[in-house]
């Protein structure tokens, strides 16, 4: 597609459940970057992958949270047994190789209740 | 998680105003990148700096990446109302590429 896609939009669960986010890259971009937005505050970094390795995990919070990129494409963000805290937006960018010009997704807004 | 100090926080203005916000940093970055997010929506790119006092224009808009590497300014010339949003500057720059944000500024452009 055009731009970076992101599904869903919106996601309400329940505390204790588990998710998955997806994001679909602007084609041709071989790296790929989730960051996490809480209300009020600028995105936050949480990893990055270089084709189809994570080349830097360092913003994950715990271990709850885990991300795959099998075919150097599409991610897949993943928390296990979410809590309220979780609550926020999760924003997935891409670039080509080497750029830091990050192209954003709309973003998936997460609610944990 | 790390992010930058910037302002001012929030500003409100007239249309035909000029606009100005900064954003600093305790590190070096060797990319400056400003972003503008609508409600609802991701940010999105405006414009990008890579050298040390470099000046870019992109329209109405013209952005600075300081001297020392630590800060940078994004000037909005004679503001329309399609401006309002939020402005958040970013650093990056570094072996990953990820990119540190500024706390935003909130513009309002009353018409």
């Known amino acids: 597609g055009a731009g970076v896609s992101q599904t869903p939009s919106n996601k309400v669960t329940e505390k204790g459940k588990y998710v998955e986010l997806r994001c679909d890259p602007i084609s041709g971009h071989t790296a790929l970057y989730w960051y996490r937005q809480s209300l009020g505050q600028g995105p936050e970094f949480l990893i990055y992958f270089q084709g189809t390795g994570a080349a830097d995990d360092s913003g994950l919070p715990n271990d709850r949270f885990f991300a795959v990129r099998p075919e150097g494409s599409v991610s897949t963000l993943k928390i296990q047994r979410t809590e309220r805290g979780d609550s926020a937006v999760y924003l997935c960018?891409?670039?080509?190789?080497?750029?830091?010009?990050?192209?954003f997704g709309q973003g998936t807004r997460l609610t944990v209740v | 998680g790390q992010q930058l100090n910037q302002s001012p926080q929030s500003m409100f203005i007239q249309e035909g105003e000029d606009v100005s916000m900064n954003c600093t940093s305790s590190?070096?970055?060797?990319?400056w990148l400003w972003y503008k997010q609508d409600p609802g929506e991701g940010p999105v790119l405006l414009i990008a700096l890579y050298k040390a006092g470099e000046l870019t224009s992109n329209g109405r808009l013209t952005a600075q990446f300081g001297i020392t590497r630590k800060d940078s300014f994004l000037n909005i010339s004679a503001s329309i109302p399609s401006d309002v949003g939020i402005y958040f500057c970013a650093g990056g720059g570094g072996a990953t590429n990820k990119l540190i944000f500024g706390t935003g500024t909130l513009l309002a452009v009353q018409p």
């Open positions: 590190s070096i970055f060797n990319t």
């Open positions: 960018a891409s670039s080509w190789d080497g750029s830091t010009e990050a192209f």
